[in-house]
């Protein structure tokens, strides 16, 4: 008995017993070696940082003059501050006694209270109904706009694609009237190669009047001029071709037109309409990037004195068009398309030869072996060491529709006029132009471009044109799943990360009550006479409507 109660007793003290705090020397040096050396960095850095003291008011001293007329000033400022405090406090009670009074008599004021309430419901019901409009809709408005206020419209065409780059419907509803001039801008054209460039400029010329041109890619913000670099990337150079053939055309034909003209800059997303806008005015005007569909609202910039260009959203591509004609002309902001059949759709009219050797993956037979190896290329993998071929379809659609991807289309092998003009129209349209200057500008332009060469490009089968939705009534109204999936597909798209330049963050946290249209506007000379200025007038009113008219740039982003 007494030997299981030393046992017991003993367990028990051992229980009870703390662990030692004993360690070897060696673990101990160390501690303290490494805490010496923590306190000698805290030093060093606080000696580099300086020991600012807070300095204590010395007063005004007494060699000062005026010296008792500034105390009594300070000494009635402080009476101010402090009746105005006492001023608050009591407006705060009154204000808290009234709402005691309207608990206890509910009927008192009660008129006041519900015509308040109605007009607040009023204005959030109109904002709503604003911010719930299909952004379809609100990018048709702002396109029409563009095109009634315009003398000149610039359709900017991708001259990797440029007939897939063209909309009939556009094109028909600025020809009708034949007031309005049509002009081609055939940009990105350091893209193709010098022949296929030279191709496409002859075919399209014979419809229309075209330019040949390549935007500037590094422009500083406003006020800044153009940044000057010794290194240039492939296919990314700042310097700007094509500005003085497209100036000096929009120049003369305002000389014949006799008053100050618009010209209005339209196109499908991502064809650079922005881009020509900040290349011409020489600064970054505009916000520019990789991802499809970044303007979403019109913005005038005045070029000079008789020139205002207007920047617009893109086409509305219509559902009917082929597969891969929606992957590269409709923004996954706006769209519901899935990357992988966008991908898929795009690769099925690339050569594929081609296609192996500019991404340097081995052969494949379907779409799905490609995104396998070119996720494996890349290093993007899953969890578990899987080959990511969800983002591989992504990375892919995002640089095919960027503006670092070489690749070329070969124009028709007979012209024929489109079914949207006849001879006539086509002749009004190149009335007021100096069509042998701008044939000249043309071949400066080409000569002064550096296109890549026609084995590392990459062939692609166009589509043709590309039918766009002009009116709002043709506009499907969508479900509300479709909606939330269109806006997580918008997510995933703006996730995938590529070599190409990012978007200008520092214009979308500027806020202010002013648009930058209305800023662009503001800058226009004053010398004009009012009756030159009768389409600018037109676009101030459009500019100018209601405060809590929609607002893209909250809604829909990438």
């Known amino acids: 008995m007494s030997l299981c109660r030393l046992i017991c007793g003993n367990k028990g003290l051992a229980e009870l017993k703390k662990s030692s705090k004993r360690m070897t020397c060696h673990k101990r040096y160390k501690i303290q070696k490494k805490v010496r050396e923590h306190h000698r960095k805290l030093r060093k850095e606080a000696k580099k940082r300086g020991r600012k003291k807070p300095r204590k008011d010395p007063g005004i001293p007494n060699s000062a003059p005026f010296k008792e007329a500034l105390l009594r000033e300070a000494e009635l400022r402080k009476q101010r ?14 204000e808290q006694d009234k709402k005691r ?47 009634e206020a315009s003398d000149v419209v610039l359709e900017v065409l991708d001259a990797r694609d440029p007939l897939g780059c063209r909309c009939p419907q556009v094109e028909e509803a600025i020809v009708k009237g034949r007031q309005k001039r049509l002009v081609l801008v055939l940009n990105k054209s350091d893209l193709v190669p010098t022949e296929n460039l030279e191709n496409w400029l002859n075919y399209l010329k014979k419809e229309l009047p075209t330019v040949v041109f390549k935007a500037s890619t590094d422009l500083k913000d406003k006020g800044k001029r153009i940044k000057e670099r010794k290194k240039v990337a492939p296919f990314k150079t700042e310097v700007c071709v094509g500005k003085e053939g497209l ?30 806008i900040n290349s011409l005015k020489q600064e970054r005007i505009c916000n520019v990037g990789v991802s499809m569909g970044l303007t979403r609202c019109m913005q005038v910039v005045p070029l000079d004195k008789q020139i205002t260009l207007i920047d617009s959203p893109g086409f509305i591509a219509s559902p009917l068009n082929s597969a891969s004609a929606l992957a590269l002309r409709s923004p996954a902001s706006i769209e519901v398309i899935k990357p992988m059949e966008a991908a898929s759709a795009i690769l099925s009219h690339a050569d594929a030869r081609q296609v192996v050797l500019k991404f340097t993956v081995p052969d494949f037979e379907n779409s799905l072996e490609f995104f396998t190896s070119f996720a494996q290329r890349r290093g993007l993998h899953q969890k578990g060491g899987s080959p990511n071929v969800e983002g591989a379809a992504k990375l892919l659609w995002s640089e095919w529709t960027g503006a670092s991807l070489g690749y070329y289309c070969h124009p028709p092998t007979s012209w024929t006029l489109s079914s949207h003009f ?21 071949a400066r332009s ?29 506009i499907p109204e969508e479900p509300l799943k479709q909606k939330e999936q269109k806006q997580e597909e918008g997510e995933d798209y703006g996730d995938v990360d590529t070599d190409q330049e990012s978007v200008d963050k520092e214009g979308d946290e500027k806020s202010s009550d002013t648009s930058p249209a209305e800023e662009a506007f503001e800058a226009v000379p004053k010398g004009s006479q009012a009756g030159e200025q009768s389409a600018l007038s037109f676009v101030m009113e459009k500019m100018t409507e209601e405060d809590d008219a929609y607002d893209f740039s909250t809604d829909y982003m990438l």
């Not at 608990?103 to 519900?114: D, I």
């Not at 006849?422 to 701008?438: A, P, Q, R, Y």
């Open 422 to 442: 006849n001879e006539s129209i086509v002749t009004d349209m190149k009335w007021g132009f100096n069509l042998e200057e701008l044939e000249k500008n043309n």
């Open 247 to 276: 100036w000096k055309l929009l120049g003369g034909f305002q000389e014949i037109y006799g008053k100050a003209i618009c010209v209005g800059v339209i196109g499908f997303p991502n064809v650079g309409k922005s881009s020509i």
């Open 446 to 474: 080409i000569q002064a471009i550096k296109g890549p060469r026609l084995a590392g490009s990459i062939l692609f089968q166009s589509s043709g044109l590309t039918n766009g939705i002009i009116e709002e009534g043709d």
């Open 81 to 94: 501050l402090e009746e105005l405090k006492q001023q608050q406090k009591l407006e705060r009670q009154k």
């Open 101 to 147: 009074k309207l608990e206890t008599n509910p009927g008192v004021e009660l008129s006041h209270k519900v015509l308040v309430k109605e007009e607040f419901g009023r204005s959030k019901a109109k904002k709503a109904k604003s911010s719930k409009q299909n952004p379809k809709k609100l990018y048709c408005q702002e396109l029409k706009k563009v095109i």
